[in-house]
């Protein structure tokens, strides 16, 4: 199994995007000012020692240090050795709400970035309990399996978006039913749900499908994330806010009393998520840790080799070699006249 340790550093290969942009602006640049100055090849030629060729070299030695300077920051490693640990919890599949009215922010910076923050913090609470990752929108589908592998889990986490799931509403009942499908179906306890959503545009099949959940053991809490007021929305297209048909600005309301029924439903606890974390996720937390656990064994591995040195060698190595790559070449060199002779 191969992971990276420190998974946030790799948002630093972003830079090469903007490294690229750059050298691609500064050759357009030259090449125009060279074009005004006359036929490009003669007034390269004038310019003492000037090689495009040398100015690209040394441009793509530093972007590929770049980028396994990064990955070396990041600490690629790989399982080493499996054990199979004998674990008492309960099993935790957490849904999160993915629709784009998610990004509405009067929740700060916005309700999905703070409903990411607040599973990542109960995560951090989580010991022995198993995880998993049901995202939904319009559709619903089971991202992470049920695992103990939390550094994992925060990977996956911190891959969530709007846009990967193109179609919109809150069919908050289809992803109870695939997060009950996550479930051991033999076993009638140890199983909790965490429902996070604003409760918009939801189906009328939700509380149908908690209370079935329920009959199959599965307590199910929910979390309200935004204001009952409402807050306007951001347009993709024009990076101005969203408006409807006929022009209309679209406010997006939390929907409390939906997720309060499913949770009456389910019963479980509803919370309202503003823009405190800590109350919410010390009350889940003691939620989880007041049920019935049980013992399960699971195969992880509990040892990593790690091979950022290798990456950090190269993106040296190629430091080192693009400071003695020359910016200029050399000059030309030219056949030596040859004396002419006084005749005799």
């Not at 545009?201 to 939700?206: G, L, V």
């Amino acid at each position: 199994m191969l992971r990276f340790q420190h998974s946030e550093y790799l948002w630093g290969l972003v830079l090469l995007l903007l490294m690229q942009l750059v050298f691609l602006g500064v050759s357009v640049w030259k090449r125009r000012s060279i074009k005004k100055m006359g036929d490009p090849a003669l007034v390269e030629e004038m310019f003492s020692g000037y090689s495009r060729r040398l100015f690209t070299l040394k441009f793509l030695l530093l972007f590929i240090a770049f980028f396994f300077g990064v990955v070396g920051l990041a600490n690629l490693q790989k399982g080493s050795r499996m054990e199979k640990i004998t674990r008492k919890g309960v099993d935790v599949v957490i849904a999160l709400d993915v629709s784009r009215s998610m990004l509405a922010t009067d929740v700060k910076p916005d309700r999905l970035t703070r409903a990411k923050q607040v599973v990542s913090k109960l995560m951090d609470k989580m010991e022995n309990d198993r995880v998993g990752l049901v995202v939904f929108a319009g559709n619903a589908y089971l991202q992470m399996p049920l695992t103990v592998d939390y550094s994992a889990a925060k990977m996956y986490l911190g891959t969530v978006t709007p846009e990967m799931i193109p179609t919109q509403g809150t069919a908050i009942a289809q992803a109870i039913n695939i997060g009950n499908e996550a479930y051991n179906k033999k076993e009638r306890k140890h199983k909790a749900m965490i429902i996070i959503s604003d409760g918009e545009d939801h189906d009328e099949n939700a509380i149908k499908e908690a209370r079935t959940a329920f009959d199959q053991g599965v307590a199910i809490s929910t979390i309200g994330i935004g204001s009952p007021t409402g807050s306007t929305l951001p347009d993709p297209e024009n990076g101005d806010v969203k408006k409807d048909r006929e022009g209309n600005v679209v406010i997006s309301k939390l929907n409390e009393e939906e997720l309060k029924s499913i949770a009456a439903a389910g019963k479980g606890i509803y919370q309202h998520l503003d823009n405190n974390n800590d109350e919410v996720v010390n009350t889940l937390a003691a939620k989880i840790d007041s049920m019935e656990q049980k013992e399960f064994g699971e195969n992880i591995f509990t040892d990593y080799n790690s091979y950022f040195q290798y990456f950090l060698v190269v993106c040296v190595l190629l430091i080192v070699i693009e400071f003695f790559v020359p910016e200029t070449r050399g000059p030309k060199r030219t056949q030596p006249e040859e004396t002419l002779k006084p005749i005799a």
